[in-house]
C-alpha cells in the first residue's frame, strides 16, 4: 500500500493534536489511515505518515484545499512537505 508522509512544524501541538483527530474522517473518504505521528529529532517539526488504499487519492488529498484549511486551523507553519512512498 502507498505511504504519505507530511511533515510540517506546529505553534502548538495540543492544538494540532485536536484538529488532526477532527479532521480524520475526511482523511477516511479519501481512503487515508493515520499509521504514526512522530516528532524530528532535527527540527521539531511533525511527520505525519498516512497508509493509503489508493495513490491516486492519496494525491487528491494532497492537493485538496479542505487539507490546506485544517492545517491552518491545527496552527501548521510553513508549507507543508509532502511526498509518497511505498513499503519495500
Excluded at 517539526?45 to 493509503?52: G, H, R
Excluded at 492519496?58 to 490546506?68: G, H, K, W
Excluded at 491545527?74 to 513499503?87: D, Q, S, T
Amino acid at each position: 500500500m502507498p505511504s504519505v508522509y507530511i511533515k510540517h512544524g506546529v505553534t502548538d501541538l495540543a492544538k494540532w493534536r485536536t484538529a488532526i483527530e477532527e479532521h480524520d474522517e475526511d482523511r477516511r473518504q479519501y481512503g487515508l489511515t493515520v499509521r504514526s505521528i512522530e516528532r524530528s529529532l532535527d527540527d521539531g517539526e511533525i511527520i505525519l505518515v498516512l497508509e493509503a488504499t489508493s495513490l491516486d487519492r492519496a494525491r487528491e488529498f494532497a492537493a485538496s484545499a479542505n487539507l490546506r484549511e485544517a492545517m491552518l486551523r491545527a496552527g501548521a507553519l510553513g508549507p507543508l512537505e509532502i511526498w509518497f512512498g511505498e513499503p519495500l
